[in-house]
């Protein structure tokens, strides 16, 4: 019931592009959804984050979807550039208990 | 702002070593974790530390421990190494419950 499954495993985005990662989540007691992203050799920096009292957040070209009844939300990178070409997490947390669990990660290419 | 800090950022050590990893969090926060990403994963949590006691646990074994001093500072130390444990060891640092920032790891190798 911890787990946060995350898909897909690598994106290939052509400059421009839309890029789209997905998560899904079984615990309903989570209440806090970040995305954090993360380059070689550095630790995840986070990117955006929603509550489940909304259905969409964006913050410049980084928006994320979330559906609660669906227990699924996802990122959407709009304007895909190859500096955005990086592994991204998607990740969960409890209210009060402030523990990450994390998704299996997505590594995205952004072609020139 | 300098951000999390961590060290050292490479770690070499023997099986059956002791290793301690640390971490000064970002200016102003007074909550720390920790996580282990093996490669190719992503991070799994250790444990947090909150006024000195550890608040949470993750599923580590005891050879996994922590220290939090009263800068909020943060020791991590992990006995009897064996292969399994090399990976990036990374701090998390926060002030409420939400908003994590991560220093950039310690790279351990375990040989």
């Known amino acids: 019931q911890q787990q946060v499954k995350q898909s897909p495993q690598s994106l290939i985005v052509q400059k421009g592009g839309i890029s789209i990662i997905n998560c899904a989540y079984e615990?309903?007691?989570?209440?806090?959804f970040p995305w954090y992203q993360q380059f070689p050799g550095k630790g995840p920096a986070l990117l955006i984050a929603i509550r489940p009292d909304v259905s969409e957040k964006k913050e410049g070209r980084f928006t994320i979807s979330f559906n609660k009844s669906a227990k699924q939300f996802s990122l959407h990178i709009m304007d895909s550039q190859p500096g955005d070409s990086a592994t991204y997490f998607c990740?969960?947390?409890?209210?009060?208990?402030?523990?990450?669990?994390f998704g299996t990660g997505t590594r995205l290419l952004v072609s020139p | 702002d300098a951000g999390v800090t961590q060290s050292p950022t490479h770690l070499i050590k023997t099986r059956g070593q002791q290793v301690t990893l640390r971490c000064s969090p970002k200016s102003g926060h007074d909550t720390v974790s920790w996580y282990q990403q093996a490669l190719g994963q992503g991070p799994q949590f250790i444990f947090q530390y909150y006024e000195e006691e550890e608040r949470q646990r993750g599923n580590f074994p005891d050879r996994f421990s922590g220290h939090q001093f009263p800068n909020y500072s943060s020791e991590l130390n992990v006995n009897a190494l064996w292969l399994g444990d090399s990976a990036l060891y990374l701090c998390a640092s926060a002030e409420g419950n939400y908003g994590y920032t991560f220093g950039s790891g310690t790279r351990l190798t375990v040989v």
């Open positions: 990740a969960a947390s409890k209210e009060g208990f402030q523990k990450l669990v």
């Open positions: 615990n309903t007691a989570f209440d806090y």
